[in-house]
């Protein structure tokens, strides 16, 4: 089932890259929030974004679309903005969701990686069992700014022997080059680029 709203959008419109008519666009709907949370951070608000209901559903689709390609059995979703948008598009393409999520939050048995932030270090979590060899994942968060996230999040699931065939964020800070940090033989998108 798509979006009542986003339905609008011609099948063409939902194909990647998206025109710059509609990059922008999506752009004009999340918020920047300067300084959060720490000095000379710009943080994108994406809030703005999901509370419209054609702009979310538009980036829902146009995800799911891309997505439907790689004929993956789950969706991953990063803790915690990843969550609503992985399972809304789980729900989009009939798969079932996997949370990765922040240290000590999940309640069966985790593997967990650590990985570098500017100051000090972060891990991120997934069950055991939540996928395994011969499982092929999407792995989804809402923004790529260095890669450190989505990076533990990929070595996290190959742990678990999946196989991440593509990675995909609404938003990519471009200039803080965080696709280096990814697979270079993976599919990464981003549905803006700053
Ligand atoms: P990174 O590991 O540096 O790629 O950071 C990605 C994670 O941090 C994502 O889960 C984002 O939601 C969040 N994040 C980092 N920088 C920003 C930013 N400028 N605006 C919004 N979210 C951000």
């Known amino acids: 089932m798509t979006n009542p709203t986003a339905a609008k959008a011609q099948a063409s419109e939902l194909t990647l890259p998206l025109s710059q008519e ?40 146009v995800i799911s679309e ?11 979703g990063i803790e915690a903005r990843g969550f609503i948008l ?46 395994s060899k011969g499982h092929k994942v999407a792995l989804l968060d809402d923004l790529l700014a260095t890669g450190g996230t989505a990076a533990a999040a990929y070595s996290l699931l190959t742990k678990l022997g999946a196989e991440v065939t593509t990675i995909g964020f609404i938003t990519e800070l471009g200039f803080l080059d965080g696709r280096k940090k990814l697979p270079a033989n993976s599919d990464i998108f981003s549905l803006i680029n700053y």
């Open 22 to 61: 509609k990059s922008d666009w999506l752009k004009s709907t999340i918020r920047d929030i300067p300084d959060f949370p720490k000095p000379g951070i710009i943080f994108k608000d994406i809030t703005t974004l999901l509370k419209d209901p054609e702009a979310f559903g538009f980036a829902v689709d």
């Open 66 to 76: 891309h997505v439907r390609k790689h004929n993956v059995d789950y969706i991953v």
């Open 86 to 131: 992985g399972s809304v598009v789980a729900y989009n393409l009939g798969k079932g969701f996997i949370p990765i999520r922040k240290p000590n939050k999940l309640p069966y048995k985790v593997e967990r990686v650590e990985y570098d932030l500017e100051y000090g270090k972060d891990s991120v979590e997934v069950h055991i069992d939540a996928a």
